[in-house]
């Protein structure tokens, strides 16, 4: 990013997060989708939402201010990236993850960033994840636990596609949250078998998931910390999506050192997480997310390729290589045990 020279540059980094707003409560208000079920005026789109005509016209005008969506003689109409990825049943609806993570557990977090900052807790007397999303009035588990898996399932299935585990027979999915990527890897392979490996809370969800998928019967869980609970070994791949970014960089050698000893001679260790470049230059939502990941744990690390690929060779593996995965927001590396 070239360093700025305009005050309005500053301005629209300080009233950014007024426009993230309008987008959760535009999706509070499902307004992508009645405009795509025909609700085009402002009296429709009043009348179909419950809010008066005032105060939609301010978060309307705000909507187009950013082009989510556009107005022609007093018609409103969904850019196209909004009818692809923020309209129920469209073919990239992923409003619940915008909606439940970025605007309730990302949002709510980041107003503690600054406590995180200092090295001091978020909550005094319960873990973040705990404060943020089972506390009265927080996002609810239920809620957190399907918004995250419908965000997991679309790179999910960039993941299987793009990782050749052909000859592989068993998967392990440390951090394996919902389900999502093992689902994903399951059904390409059809010979493989998954352990998913999480807190015990989040493995109720899994199983729920599993059966729904029609996957329970290829699916085994193991509930536990992956710090201190033993993994399952004779593995060929073993996937940590989104882990190392959550636990301390004091943790991390320790994880490597463990799928290093659950894998086969030959197996792959696959990494996929938000990750900056080595020169910490960006990419930008990368940057982001590592900044709400301290949140987590005051031990967080700014992950780049080069972090990711010493830790694993320090372990023993041989890298191949890192990769992005989400453009300009995830990186996935690749090692495999010699
Ligand atoms: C952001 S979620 C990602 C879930 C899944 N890997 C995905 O990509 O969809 C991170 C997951 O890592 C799990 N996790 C974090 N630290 C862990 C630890 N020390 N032991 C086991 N699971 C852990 C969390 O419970 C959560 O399910």
Partial sequence: MKPIDDVRQISAITYGFLASK????????DIFTKIAGGAATLTALSEATGVAPNRLRTLLTTLKTVGLISEA???????????????????GD???YVRVVNGGFLYEGMRHVEKSL???????????????????????????????H????GPAR??????????ARRFLDVGGGSGAYAHAVLRRYP????TILDFPETLETARRYAAEAGLSGRIAHVGGNAITTAWPGGQDAVLMSYVW???GAADIPALARRAFDALNPGGSVLIHDFMVDDAHQGPDFAAWYLLAAILDNPGAECLTPGFVEGALGDAGFAVERTEPMLDGITSLTRARKP
């Fill in 73 to 91: 003689d007093g018609a409103f109409a969904n850019a196209p990236a909004t009818a692809t990825y923020l309209v129920a049943g469209a073919p």
């Fill in 245 to 247: 970014s959550a636990v």
């Fill in 150 to 153: 419908k965000g997991s399932l």
């Fill in 94 to 96: 992923f409003r619940d």
């Fill in 191 to 194: 010979e493989m078998r998954a």
């Fill in 22 to 29: 309008a987008l959760f409560a535009a999706l509070d208000l």
């Fill in 158 to 167: 960039i993941f299987a596609k793009r990782v050749d585990l052909a000859g």
């Fill in 118 to 148: 200092r090295g001091e807790r978020v909550f005094p007397d319960k873990g973040f994840y705990e404060g943020i999303v089972y506390s009265e009035g927080g996002v609810g588990a239920e809620a957190f636990g399907a918004a995250q």
